[in-house]
Structure formats: structure tokens, C-alpha cells
């Protein structure tokens, strides 16, 4: 009686024997097979990033030949730069084209000087990165203490502030953000570089100080968003769920409660908007890269716009594109990660 | 994509004046409190009264006062004039233009292409979100899984692509801003259309014979539009930082027709001899934008709109 009665109901229901399983990939595990599923359902959608991308560029009025060589060229060399950018090829043809090519790793060659599309993007790519990486510790550095602070007491001082910096920062546009700036730390006060790119190789250190400026630039937009969501959200659970009162009637300490058990339920609106937000981080980047000489994608992309390089344009868009579903699905993965019920295949609450 | 985005009531706070009593303001006391409330909401009238002000002065001063000078054809004799110097009442920029009539033309390409942007967009967006709600089936999830392609786009990028080829011009920056705007207003709609679908009201006019054209005229449309309308002042504020974004960037509006983000960007130049140039219509812009965006966020709480 007394072993029955010890004994969790949970374990008596287990079969003594595991039914025998299939090998394979599928099968190993569920997280795993979350994660191919999710991966699988992320071709379509970079597939069609790619396909909106050539559309827009290729379907919209105005012929590219005429568009790179002026007004007063001859009907002769535009035909010849129209055989040479294959434009005489249906659409279809030359999409088709273009996404075997990109397939195997070609993305063609610049139109200004010939050199191969993939070497421009791997000398922009690690800038940007870096610029990207370093704003986001920066915002999640500031951000998840400033919202749990400002949690703790909802409209109280602390709350007060940060919500009116972050309505503040939501309202500022980040180019006149990174040149106050620049008026006040590289004008004003002569501490930082206003402009000027060095890289890693030449040491870490100036390195950061050449990127700190441009990282705080994107950065700042971002805390304002992420405090003002994770803020919501803690505020949120604080008065609604269960788990927070019985932790709370438990006697649990009430910075452990909001650190312990409300934070950590509310990491998942903060991806949720990390990933939402990381098409605006890329456009970011195209300013903020270009106020501060910044050789990334997005000076890279400027660049092709006005020489009117259209291989190199369409690389960049795609690529950045790709980033912004390549974001979306490690969002995804790291729900699946965090998230026993997604982990084992059964929907979330 | 799996991923949902988030709703927007968590992405900005105000939706919910329960979960979030600082945006509802002291509580009055007595018992006209709510009453009292409602009428003195400062979150309402000091930025509607903001923006009802920088509308007349970009719009109807220039046609009241005939002698403001032009924004585009100053004379370099009167360039860098300091502030308050007689007839430049914030004095000229490097190239003699007055820099007051300048900024209330810049306002006045920001508000145009920020409201003209928006109006597409809620017109198309919004149209297509209610059709494809109230069809559903294939249709709808043809069409909302296209626009959830749009929304994963990094906007700001295409917006610049899109105008550039299509050459410079204040409508080309409309039409490409309005285009991004679409899948916002869409995904809106649909949300609202799904609940009012299912209403009694609804379902009567069905019943009553009553063609799906007329029901969703007479019946959804007026009920969705005013949420649409609400979120839309945020999107003015947004349409109105990308106008900035790309004329900052030189892809804007051609330089014949100043505008605010041209002219930050022409003052970048002299940020250490000539601050103000930057800064006045940086103020001018921020200004116009948190006006927006506190409105829109008082709007939403006081309707419970998402």
C-alpha cells in the first residue's frame, strides 16, 4: 500500500520496454528533428528572397544598360553591354541563371572592375559583423538590467526614466543619434574617431575604438526596443501567473523571483524581437557603415548603387536577405532549444 | 517561418492600460475621475497640438506670410548668417538659403510623403488583409505567407534599391516606402477581419442575402478601419524616418526640394564650425517623430486598439 502510494504515477505508466526505433537521422531525436523540419521549411523562404530580389531589380522599368552608360550612349553599346549583362535573355532564363550560378558559389563579377562578386563580399562581411555583434552585447548588456530594474517597481522612478529614454531613443532616427555623437565625443570632447575603419589585424584596441562609435549608433535604437519589450513582458507575468505567486508565497526573494523565474520566461519575447528586428539592424548598418567610413556591406552596397553595379547589388540584398531568414530560424532553433514543449513536439501553451 | 511576430500589444507598451500603468497617467480622483481623465489626457493634446502647429507652419504659413524668401535660390553673399539676423531668423546655410524656409519646405516633403505612404499602403494593405481574412482558405494563406516574405526583408535596403532605380523622385519615394508598408497593414487586417468575421452582425447580413462585397464595405470595413488608422500614425512616424534615412543618404527626394534629412546631411560637413545646421533640423525631426509616436501610443490605449 505505503509502495504505491510513494511511487509517482508518471513512472508506473512507462512501458518496462522501449518500443524498437528506426534508425536514422529523423528519428534521433526529437530536437533534432525539430531542427531539420525547421531548417527544411527556411529553403523555401530564402528561395523567395532571392526571387523578390531579382525581381525588383530586374522587372522595374528602365534598362540597366542604358542606366550604366548615360543618356548619350549609342544604341551600339548599349547592345553590347546588354549581351554582356545578358539582358537579352528572357527573365526566366537569366533568373534561372543567375540561382545556378549562386548555387555553386558565383555570384558573377563586379561590373566596374571585373573582380569576383564572392571576394567583395568576404572583405565587407566580417566588418559588418562585427559592427552587428558589438551593437548587440552593447543593447543586451544595457537592456536586461534596465528592464528588470524598471520591472521591479512598475511606475515607479526607475520605470519612469527608462521608459521615457527608451520613447526617446525609439524616436530618434540613428544617423542624428551617431552625429550627436560624434559632436559631443569626437567634436567636442576628442576622445574617439569620428570616422575611419581599422582592422582587427592592427590590434583589438583601436580596433574598438574605431568601432565603438557606430556600435553605440545602432545599439542605442536597439535597447530602447528590447527594454520597453522585456520590461512589458516581466510586468506582464509579475501580475498574472501563477508560478510567480507560488514562488512569491514560497518566500522566495523578490529580485530572485523577477531574475529567477520572470526573466527567464521572458527571454523568449526578447528573441522574438530580436529576430523581428534584424532586417531594421541591417538597414542600420547601411547608414551608420557609411556616416563612419565603415567598409561593410552596407558602404559596399551604397557603393553599387551609385556605379549602378548590378551583380554587386543584387549580392548584397540577397545576402542581407539571407540574413534576416537566417535570423528568423536560429530564433526558431533556440525556441526549440529553450522550450521543452517545442523540444519534444508538442505545441506551446 | 514558424515565427509569429510578437503581438503587438509586447511590442509596445500602452496597448494594455492594465498591464502598464504608467502610460495612464495620474488617476484623477472623485468621481467624474474617468470622465476628468479622458478629457485632459496630456498623452492627446500636447502632441496633437505639436503636430496641428508644424502642420500650419509647413503648410499654411508659406502661403500666408508671401515674403519668405526661397528655400533653394539664396545668394552666397548672404551665406553662414548667424540666427536672428534681419529677415534670416535663424540665419543661412553655406550656400545663403534661409534656413526657416527650408526646414518648413523639408517638413513639408516629410509629412507628404509620410502621409501619402501611409494612405497606400492602409488602402492596399488593408484591402488585402480583410479580402484574403474573409475568403480564406488557399487565398489566404497564399497571400500571407508572400507578405511574410516582404515583412522578412531588411526594408530600408529594398526601399533604397527601389527608388534609386527608379530614379529620384518625392512619388518614386512614396511608392517604395508605401510598398513596405503593405504586409504591416495587411497582417492587421486580417487579425481584425478573423474576429469580425465570426460577429452576429455579420452573420446576419449573410443570412440576409446581403453579397460579400457589400458585407465587407458596409460591415468589416468601418470596424477595421479605425484600428488601422490608429496604428497608422506610428507608420507616418517610421515612413517619415525613412524619408529622412535615404535623403541623409543622398537616394532621397532630388535636391531641388530640400528636406530635412538632406539638409543633417549637407550640414555633416561643418558639424564642428556649424552645429546648428545639423542640429535644428535634427530637433525638427525628432520633434515631428516622438509627436507621432506619443500619439499613436495614447491613441491605441485609449481605444484598446492592438
Known amino acids: 500500500m505505503s509502495d504505491t502510494l510513494t511511487r509517482s504515477p508518471g513512472r508506473s505508466d512507462r512501458p518496462a520496454v522501449r518500443p524498437p526505433r528506426a534508425a536514422g537521422l529523423l528519428n534521433r531525436s526529437p530536437a533534432v528533428r525539430v531542427a531539420i523540419k525547421r531548417v527544411l521549411q527556411a529553403v523555401p523562404v530564402v528561395w523567395g528572397a532571392t526571387f523578390i530580389t531579382f525581381c525588383l531589380m530586374n522587372l522595374l522599368p528602365g534598362n540597366a544598360a542604358v542606366a550604366l552608360l548615360g543618356d548619350d550612349a549609342t544604341p551600339e553599346q548599349v547592345a553590347a553591354l546588354s549581351a554582356r549583362l545578358n539582358l537579352d535573355e528572357p527573365f526566366l532564363v537569366r533568373y534561372l541563371q543567375w540561382l545556378g550560378n549562386a548555387l555553386t558559389g558565383d555570384l558573377g563579377n563586379s561590373l566596374q572592375n571585373n573582380e569576383p562578386v564572392t571576394a567583395i563580399l568576404g572583405r565587407a562581411l566580417p566588418v559588418s559583423l562585427e559592427l552587428v555583434v558589438l551593437a548587440f552585447a552593447l543593447a543586451l548588456l544595457v537592456a536586461v538590467p534596465t528592464a528588470v530594474v524598471a520591472a521591479k517597481r512598475p511606475g515607479g522612478f526607475a520605470d519612469r526614466i527608462g521608459m521615457q529614454i527608451s520613447m526617446f531613443g525609439l524616436s530618434v532616427p540613428n544617423f542624428v543619434f551617431a552625429l550627436v555623437l560624434v559632436l559631443v565625443f569626437a567634436v567636442g570632447l576628442r576622445v574617439l574617431p569620428a570616422v575611419g575603419y581599422v582592422p582587427i589585424g592592427q590590434g583589438l584596441g583601436p580596433n574598438l575604438r574605431a568601432m565603438i562609435l557606430p556600435a553605440t549608433a545602432i545599439a542605442f535604437a536597439l535597447f530602447c526596443e528590447y527594454t520597453r519589450v522585456l520590461r512589458a513582458d516581466i510586468v506582464d507575468q509579475m501580475l498574472r501567473e501563477d508560478y510567480i505567486t507560488t514562488a512569491r508565497a514560497k518566500g522566495v526573494g523578490s529580485w530572485q523571483v523577477l531574475v529567477r523565474h520572470a526573466l527567464r520566461n521572458s527571454v523568449f519575447s526578447l528573441l522574438t524581437i530580436v529576430g523581428l528586428q534584424f532586417g531594421a539592424l541591417i538597414g542600420s548598418t547601411v547608414i551608420i557603415e557609411q556616416m563612419f567610413g565603415l567598409p561593410g556591406m552596407g558602404q559596399g552596397l551604397l557603393q553599387g548603387i551609385n556605379n549602378r553595379d548590378i551583380p554587386v547589388v543584387q549580392a548584397y540584398v540577397v545576402v542581407m536577405a539571407c540574413f534576416v531568414v537566417g535570423a528568423n530560424l536560429v530564433t526558431d532553433l533556440l525556441y526549440a532549444v529553450l522550450d521543452p514543449r517545442i523540444r519534444h513536439g508538442r505545441p506551446a501553451a | ?306
Not at chain 2, 5 to 23: C, E, M, S, Y
Not at chain 2, 164 to 193: D, E, G, H, M, Q
Open chain 2, 1 to 306: 517561418m514558424a515565427v509569429q511576430p510578437p503581438d503587438l500589444a509586447t511590442v509596445r507598451p500602452g496597448a494594455d492600460p492594465a498591464a502598464d500603468p504608467l502610460d495612464a497617467g495620474p488617476r484623477p480622483r472623485g468621481r467624474t475621475g474617468r470622465r476628468a481623465r479622458r478629457r485632459t489626457g496630456k498623452g492627446l493634446w500636447i502632441p496633437g497640438t505639436i503636430l496641428g502647429l508644424i502642420v500650419l507652419a509647413c503648410f499654411v504659413w508659406p502661403l500666408v506670410y508671401r515674403d519668405l524668401p526661397s528655400p533653394t535660390a539664396g545668394s552666397l553673399l548672404q551665406a553662414n548668417l548667424p540666427p536672428f539676423s534681419p529677415g534670416h531668423l535663424l540665419g543661412t546655410d553655406p550656400l545663403g538659403n534661409d534656413i526657416v524656409s527650408r526646414l518648413l519646405h523639408g517638413g513639408r516633403v516629410s509629412l507628404e510623403v509620410g502621409l501619402t505612404s501611409n494612405a497606400i499602403g492602409l488602402l492596399l494593405g488593408g484591402s488585402l488583409g480583410m479580402f484574403a481574412a474573409f475568403r480564406g482558405g488557399w487565398l489566404e494563406t497564399v497571400t500571407m505567407r508572400l507578405l511574410d516574405m516582404l515583412i522578412a526583408f531588411p526594408s530600408l535596403v529594398l526601399v533604397l534599391v527601389v527608388s534609386t532605380y527608379l530614379t529620384p523622385s518625392k512619388l518614386n519615394v512614396i511608392w517604395a516606402i508605401s510598398f513596405f508598408s503593405i504586409p504591416t497593414f495587411a497582417r492587421l487586417a486580417r487579425a481584425a477581419t478573423l474576429r469580425l468575421r465570426e460577429q452576429v452582425y455579420v452573420v446576419a447580413a449573410r443570412l440576409a442575402g446581403a453579397r460579400d462585397s457589400a458585407i465587407l464595405l458596409r460591415h468589416i470595413a468601418p470596424n477595421v478601419l479605425p484600428q488601422l488608422l490608429t496604428y497608422s500614425l506610428l507608420w507616418v512616424a517610421a515612413a517619415i524616418a525613412i524619408e529622412a534615412s535615404l535623403s541623409f543618404l543622398g537616394f532621397g527626394v532630388p535636391a531641388s526640394e530640400p528636406s530635412w534629412g538632406m539638409m543633417i546631411s549637407r550640414g555633416q560637413a561643418y558639424i564642428s564650425s556649424n552645429p546648428e545646421l545639423v542640429l535644428i533640423p535634427s530637433a525638427c525631426l525628432f520633434l515631428t517623430i516622438v509627436c507621432l509616436n506619443t500619439l499613436g501610443d495614447a491613441l491605441r490605449a485609449r481605444t484598446g486598439a492592438p
